[in-house]
Nanobody
Framework: QLQLVESGGGLVQPGGSLRLSCAAS????????IGWFRQAPGKEREAVSC????????TYADSVKGRFTISRDNAKNAITLRMNSLEPADTGVYYC?????????????WGQGTQVTVSS
């Protein structure tokens, strides 16, 4: 079964940038739609971005449009989330997840999460 491991989280000041990576093993990521989700303390998990498998169509939450970019690195079997102009509201645990049948389908495989803290 596909296994996912996130990395790249940390503490950053408002306006700063981070690059999250989601590395896969036991299967190839280009067969899956990959989504990034986040959960802030005391809040529900929310979808941040997704990239489809067939044609790499991307979607973003309104709150991150223009600031976040999702991309694939098939050579490394990984997917990244580049986050610019970070705001305190972006703080949370970020998870990547994989879905076999598109961004609107069930995400069956999840990583363990990586903490992102935006604070001065």
């Amino acid at each position: 079964q596909l296994q996912l491991v996130e990395s790249g989280g940390g503490l950053v000041q408002p306006g700063g940038s981070l690059r999250l990576s989601c590395a896969a093993s036991r299967d190839t990521l280009d067969r899956f739609a990959i989504g990034w989700f986040r959960q802030a303390p005391g809040k529900e998990r929310e979808a941040v971005s997704c990239m489809s498998s067939r044609d790499n169509v991307t979607t973003y939450a309104d709150s991150v449009k223009g600031r976040f970019t999702i991309s694939r690195d098939n050579a490394k079997n990984a997917i990244t989330l580049r986050m610019n102009s970070l705001e305190p509201a972006d703080t949370g645990v970020y998870y990547c997840a994989a879905a076999k049948y598109g961004c609107s389908a069930h995400f069956a495989s999840w990583g363990q999460g990586t903490q992102v803290t935006v604070s001065s």
